[in-house]
């Protein structure tokens, strides 16, 4: 079995200022990990992506997440907020290569102060 | 390279109806899946199908089906519409699970 758990549904950052959001996953099998974002009314966008290869991945828009299997984590981060980052975002696990269905975090929105 | 196409974007319809969702994959990939999203109960999976075979199935009535096409097109259908499909339907495409899924825009259904 599997599962995912975004630790906040809300975090509100000043722009310029670091992000953090945080995702904890349970899986019976080595995971696949991944970060989606998905602004208002639209489809989710794939940000970055885990799959047992280099521990520190790095995504678009300046995202990064650092998978650490010890603390069973895969927190999202970026050095610096930009407005235009204010959406939702999920953490998202998947076992056994992806094919089985995968399992999303219930999603945790950022927001952008100015 | 064209994305996930969803249609159509937007669909109003009454209690009782059914409806006919359509997701076109990029060319290439052969998984599709589909998700509903709500406020209230978040991204819930329905379905997955590869090479027009049903693979996975979440925990839904069977009054939601789906179907693939041997050029991987894909369609969701919910017969006997009720209040509570109000959602946003996402399909997403993959080659494999590792690469990540494509998503496209989604449908919102409207129930009234």
Not at chain 2, 21 to 29: A, E, F, K, T, V
Request: a positive charge.
């Amino acid at each position: 079995a599997q599962s995912v758990t975004q630790l906040d549904s809300h975090v509100s950052v000043s722009e310029g200022t670091p992000v953090l959001l945080r995702c904890n996953y349970s899986s019976s099998y080595s995971p696949s990990l991944f970060w989606y974002v998905q602004h208002p009314n639209k489809g989710l966008q794939l940000l970055l992506k885990y799959t047992s290869a280099a521990t520190l991945v790095k995504g678009i828009n300046g995202f990064e997440a650092e998978f650490k299997k010890s603390e069973t984590s895969f927190h999202l981060t970026k050095p610096s907020a930009h407005m235009s980052d204010a959406a939702e975002y999920f953490c998202v696990v998947s076992d056994l290569g992806g094919y089985q269905k995968v399992t999303f975090g219930t999603g945790t929105k950022l927001q952008v102060i100015p | 390279k064209a994305g996930v196409t969803q249609t159509p974007r937007y669909l109003i319809k009454t209690r009782g109806q059914q409806v006919t969702l359509s997701c076109s994959p990029i060319s290439g990939h052969r998984s599709v899946s589909w998700y509903q999203q709500t406020p209230g109960q978040g991204l819930q999976f329905l379905f997955e199908y590869f090479s027009e075979t049903q693979r996975n199935k979440g925990n839904f009535p069977g009054r939601f089906s789906g179907r693939q096409f041997s050029n991987s097109r894909s369609e969701m259908n919910v017969s006997t519409l009720e209040l509570g499909d109000s959602a946003l339907y996402l399909c997403a495409s993959t080659p494999n699970g590792r690469a990540g899924y494509t998503f496209g825009s989604g449908t919102r259904l409207t129930v009234v």
